[in-house]
C-alpha cells in the first residue's frame, strides 16, 4: 500500500454525460475526503466518510453530485449530467482516526475533469 | 469561504535565498498544517503545528503559530529550484473533521 490511488488521472467528457471517479484511500486510514480545485485556487472540501458513513456535505455538492464508500474501502464520486463549471482537479485524501494530532492528510495524485 | 489565507500570493526568489510565506486564519484551531502541491499534482503534507506550539523545525522548514493574531509563517531556508511549488497552509475548525485550505503561494526558486 503505497499511498492514496486515483483514477482515472484524466478524463474529457462531453457537457450533459455523467462521469465517475475513483478513490482508494490508505487501507489503515479510515477517514477520507474529496476536494475539488479550480486552477489557482487552494483545495474546496466536497464530502468526508468515516468508514462507510458518510458524515459531511458541503454546499458546493449540488444535487448532480453523490458520492460512496461502501464497506468503509474504495470510494466513488459521480457526477450527472455535468456542466462546463464542473471542470477542475477532483482530489482524494485519506488519514488515520487519529488525525489532527500527529497526522496529516495523504492526498492523491487527483484526476483532472475537462467538460468541452 | 476560505479559512486561511496566504500572503503572498506569489514570490520569485533565486537558489540559496530563504523564502517566508504567511497565513492567516479567522477561527480557533486545535493545530495548522503546510502542504505543498507540484504542478498538475496531489498535495504532500509538510508539518503540522499544534495551537500549544509556537514554532516548529523539519529539515529546512521552519514554521511558527501565534494563536493571538491568528496567523502562521512557513520559512523555507536555502532554496533549491526543487523547492517551485504551491504551498498551502490549511486548518480544521471547529475540531478535526476537515480541513479548509487557503488559496496558496506560488513559490518560483530560480536557479
Known amino acids: 500500500d503505497t499511498g492514496v490511488s486515483q483514477n482515472p488521472r484524466h478524463k474529457i467528457t462531453k457537457r450533459g454525460q455523467n462521469v465517475t471517479f475513483r478513490c482508494d484511500p490508505i487501507?489503515?486510514?479510515?477517514?477520507l475526503y474529496w476536494y475539488r480545485q479550480t486552477l489557482g485556487q487552494g483545495p474546496e472540501f466536497l464530502t468526508y466518510?468515516?468508514?462507510?458513513?458518510?458524515?459531511?456535505k458541503s454546499r458546493l455538492l449540488s444535487d448532480r453530485f453523490s458520492a460512496e464508500r461502501p464497506k468503509g474501502s474504495f470510494s466513488t464520486l459521480e457526477i450527472q449530467r455535468t456542466e462546463q463549471g464542473d471542470s477542475a482537479m477532483y482530489l482524494c485524501?485519506?488519514?488515520?482516526?487519529?488525525?489532527?494530532?500527529?497526522?496529516?492528510?495523504?492526498f492523491g495524485s487527483g484526476t483532472r475533469l475537462t467538460v468541452v | 469561504s476560505q479559512q486561511g489565507e496566504e500572503d503572498p500570493q506569489a514570490l520569485s526568489i533565486q537558489e540559496g535565498e530563504n523564502a517566508t510565506m504567511n497565513c492567516s486564519y479567522k477561527?480557533?484551531?486545535?493545530?495548522l498544517q503546510w502542504y505543498r502541491q507540484n504542478s498538475g499534482r496531489g498535495l504532500v503534507h509538510l508539518i503540522l503545528i499544534r495551537s500549544n506550539e509556537r514554532e516548529k523545525h523539519s529539515g529546512r522548514l521552519r514554521v511558527t503559530l501565534d494563536t493571538s493574531k491568528k496567523s502562521s509563517s512557513l520559512l523555507i531556508t536555502a532554496s533549491r529550484a526543487a523547492d517551485t511549488a504551491s504551498y498551502f497552509c490549511?486548518?480544521?475548525?471547529?475540531?478535526?473533521?476537515?480541513?479548509?485550505f487557503g488559496a496558496g503561494t506560488r513559490l518560483a526558486v530560480h536557479p
Open positions: 490549511a486548518t480544521p475548525p471547529g475540531g478535526y473533521n476537515k480541513l479548509i
Open positions: 487501507s489503515e486510514h479510515n477517514r
Open positions: 466518510f468515516q468508514n462507510e458513513a458518510q458524515l459531511e
Open positions: 485524501a485519506s488519514s488515520p482516526p487519529d488525525v489532527g494530532t500527529s497526522y496529516g492528510y495523504t
Open positions: 477561527t480557533s484551531i486545535n493545530n
